[in-house]
């Protein structure tokens, strides 16, 4: 609540210190400068001619900014000091006298410390320059996590032949069978012994030898 109290009291000194300074400006700018000029030329103010248009471009330059609210700070400064050089070197010449000069330099560089509060042009800027701050470095730390989580994965490496998807491929190609498998096949199938009187005589059984009968006299 205090903060909104101050920004619609900043508001207001804006508008109102910038309206009199920019209707002053204003005022010179229709005199012209060389009416201006020699009105300055008679308060006894150096180079009348320089003066008038320094202070009409200070004033309608100066007043615009202010209630606009931007560039604040530098604004009530150069504000402040043209109205110091006025109340030095000449009284005013608008119709305002040498109290309400003082009051508008004095109410310049108060706004120059305090600065123009929310609701002005500075303060969009600088909403707008903060989040695009932001997001830099939003986008910077994002980019330093990436490259520290790039850093920390080890390498992965190839997959190994075994692991590898490969096409089973039917092996037709005739295979001696192993050494071992074919003795034990031996073993567990021994061939049939030949029964007695047989022989084997180029793949085939001899018969057995006939004897020869003896006759015997009786």
Do not use: C, Y
């Not at 009051?103 to 320059?129: E, K, P, T």
Request: hydrophobic share 45%.
């Amino acid at each position: 609540m205090k903060q909104a109290l101050r920004d619609l009291a900043a508001l207001v000194a804006r508008i109102a210190v910038g309206g009199i300074f920019f209707a002053n400006g204003w005022t010179k700018l229709e005199d012209g400068l060389k009416i201006t000029g020699a009105k300055f030329l008679e308060q006894g103010a150096p180079a009348p001619g320089a003066w008038a248009t320094v202070t009409m471009l200070a004033e309608l330059i100066g007043g615009a900014l202010l209630i606009a609210g931007l560039a604040v700070s530098t604004t009530g400064l150069i504000l402040f000091a043209e109205a110091l050089a006025v109340f030095l070197v000449a009284t005013p010449l608008n119709p305002i006298t040498t109290n309400e000069l003082i009051l508008l330099g004095a109410a310049s560089l108060l706004l120059a410390v305090v600065g123009a509060g929310r609701i002005s042009v500075d303060h969009m800027v600088v909403i707008r320059r903060r989040e695009s701050e932001a997001a830099s470095e939003f986008a910077a730390d994002t980019e330093a996590d990436r490259v520290i989580a790039s850093l920390r994965e080890p390498d992965q490496p190839p997959p190994a032949a075994s692991e590898q998807e490969v096409s089973p491929i039917e092996d037709t190609a005739p295979h001696p069978r192993p050494r071992g498998q074919a003795e034990q096949k031996r073993n567990e199938d021994p061939a049939p012994s030949p029964a007695p009187g047989d022989t084997l005589v180029a793949g085939r059984k001899k018969p057995p030898a006939r004897t020869r009968r003896t006759s015997t006299d009786s």
